[in-house]
């Protein structure tokens, strides 16, 4: 049912309170008020009851400075122990279990070495029941609820329905995991691709904060893409959209990870790079069709520094991505195209050709006034983002649980 | 500033009704208030308010079927009269006028062939405050006012800022029309693209209702393409999103009219299936760049009469198309990819090579539950959406005249 209009008024500021609490850290109700358009009087009667529900606690008002006028403020913060969340991100061959608590902090990280590719959909689930249910063991003492769990997975995923399509993570298709973990754990769990959580922690940095239509594009692995329309990540139909890694730069071109032909992942990829760079190249085996984070920082130096037959390749690879990236400006014309991923490595070494590409491919109408720029890659991003995603999608459900609660 | 909360709510209803009697025609109260959630209170002093206002009257019962019970009841309809607006497409070497009256009805329609590319920016704006002008004179007597002009045109523009930034019809670029013919007209004027007016009448139609993420490929002498994200068109950053034409088939391929090579456009629009077609075959001359829609159809009817010169060219565009498809539905995953336009008179001769490229291009994880089909041409639906899209940018301004001019 719903609620009548001064109480959904009531809810959203509530939510708004909470929200600028975990964006802000410890804020003055004054300034609670000011931030977010709400009378003191409002904030003042929300912030008396996110106090009884146990949501928030106050913080001691500072000593003021010789020169401060007037009585110092006690700041109001989120009690962190209120609710936590789990991010699990799943990535070829490792998964990885993050825990943020109510005030979107990381509090615990680790890091599982897994054979993905050699599981059923049967031992992926259990697996993860399993992980999940160890850190909850572990890691979730003196923490209220355990508010989500999100899933952060490279690939196509449907965040409707809560079902894996495809990843190049798994060997099985269309995997209904959210259900399952929901009914395990007993709390809501959210399915993100993991492109999207990344844009979700960048768009959120003061710096981005005028590029409403944020294009971000990981390389790594594989190639992946989160496009954001005012904000909000741009889904499709089905969940499939912004496969930026599997457009195409050239038909009947280089063999993709897909099984397909001329995708820009099949030139601009770890593997595509390695697999290009050791036809010419006495280049350290292991497994060539996954090279490791060494092996692709190896022959990233090579390019570097200069050897001819690597920064070919780099430059093809760039080039490949130029044109990828000139199609995406003239479909969806962004504001800001983000490069960024473990990939990133490699970029002084491609964004030559890839410039050159862009503007070879498009006439400066359509080129428009994107700005195309890459930006440093920090690995916990995707659990950062699934994180605050989480927090955000169970805010409501954890505000409704502790009026339940201080209530009874 | 802003409507108090009733004031608003009341404003929306009433923009409802307008809306409605628009789509359905005449209708009676106590539907009308069905179709809209809307109390029959609500219904009978917002029409009475109408009623006064001069929007709409009403429609005396038509006599009752003998077997229909009760009173028949008094429909309401909008009053064409009340208002109009005129919609201007253009395109290469033609101008186009449509006036559309109140109810959406087109009431008088002229073409006129004007070298397009041959004009100069300013001698562009006076030719179209003439033409609008004379429409005016004659077409527009008896209506209550000239509520606003939609300007439908071939290329890229920037809705927000009023601006022509680039057309294939024109030499020039970066025109500000519409803030020139809002002074003149005094009206509001909308800037839009062609291919957005054609999703808007396509979009209306209940047998594409369920399609709220829709694509229409617009084939002709260019290739245009409108998006609607949840019934809405995408216009990107500046104006220039869904520029299909221009998205690349081939690095260094076909020269395209845009100057660069390898568009899908240079492959598969009228003037690029000519071209390949004329290397091979001895073709009707004139203006070869800007094949004739004669000329147009001689040829189409040599490719689906079994000519395998013509079958090879449209095949090649039907492969062009396929790939730039699949590009489509890996960036945007649409619920449907509606293709129109007067180059779908060649669809048939091309359909079985696009649908074989978008199979080679994409895994059926990427090409999704995603429709592709093609609908018959009507060169009156660019002009019937930028009335409907005219009318309603400006109900909310008729409506407000009218209330001052029935109060004063």
Redo the contacts between chains.
Sequence with gaps: MALP?SDTSRHDNTLAVIRTLRDQGPVARVDLGALNGISSATVTSISAELLQQGLISERPPETPRPSGRGRPKTLIELDPQAACVVCVKLSINEIQLVVGDFAGQVRHSEHHVVPTLALSADAFETLLEEKISAVCDQQLVGFQRLAGICLAVQG?VSSQSGTI??SPALSF?NAPISARLGERFHCSVLLENDANCIANVLAAQPKYANYP?LVVIMLGYGIGMS?L?NGVP???????????G??????DGALCA?????CVEAYASDYALYRAAADHLELPTGDSAHPSEQQMQALTQLALTGDPVTQRTYAEAG?ALG?GI???L??????LVLITGSGVRGFDAMQTALHS?ID????V??K???RIESCAWDRDMTCMGGIAMALHATDGKTLLDSQTESVG
Tied chains: 1, 2.
């Design positions: 209009f196509v399509i495809w298709r239509n496009v329309i741009f889904l499709g139909a089905n969940g499939s959209a912004a496969e930026f599997h457009s195409k730069y050239q038909p897909c099984g397909r032909r001329g080039r044109y000139a199609n995406v003239a479909l969806f014309n962004p504001d590409a070879e491919a498009l006439v109408e359509l428009g006034t994107t």
